[in-house]
Nanobody, 119 residues
Framework: QVQLVESGGGLVQAGGSLRLSCAAS????????MGWYRQAPGKQRELVAH???????TYATSGKGRFAISRDNAKNTVYLQMNSLKPDDTAVYYC?????????????WGQGTQVTVSS
């Protein structure tokens, strides 16, 4: 059974920083890509950033220049460094991964971690 376990959310003042982590655990899988989405109250879930197995990154406009995604392939872990946080960044952040499991691709989601940015 493969699962994604997130950590690192919390409460921070505007202008502060947080680092989210997400580790994929289980057996017999390889990672195609991993990334982060977020969902604010009353809004749709949106992409924050993702990174491929080769290291190519994609960022939403809202996070460009402030957020940085990285991964540790050996640990099957993806990180999201968030700097210069704004109240608009307040949301539940979800880890997302596309994994190759026994020859088939599956999409997995983490349980979500709350990020709250106070003004």
């Amino acid at each position: 059974q493969v699962q994604l376990v997130e950590s690192g959310g919390g409460l921070v003042q505007a202008g502060g920083s947080l680092r989210l982590s997400c580790a994929a655990s289980g057996s017999s899988f390889s990672v195609n890509y991993m990334g982060w989405y977020r969902q604010a109250p009353g809004k749709q879930r949106e992409l924050v950033a993702h990174i491929t197995s080769g290291g190519s990154t994609t960022y939403a406009t809202s996070g460009k220049g402030r957020f940085a995604i990285s991964r540790d392939n050996a640990k099957n872990t993806v990180y999201l460094q968030m700097n210069s946080l704004k109240p608009d960044d307040t949301a539940v952040y979800y880890c997302n991964a596309e994994l190759l499991v026994l020859g088939r691709l599956y999409t997995y989601w983490g349980q979500g971690t709350q990020v709250t940015v106070s003004s």
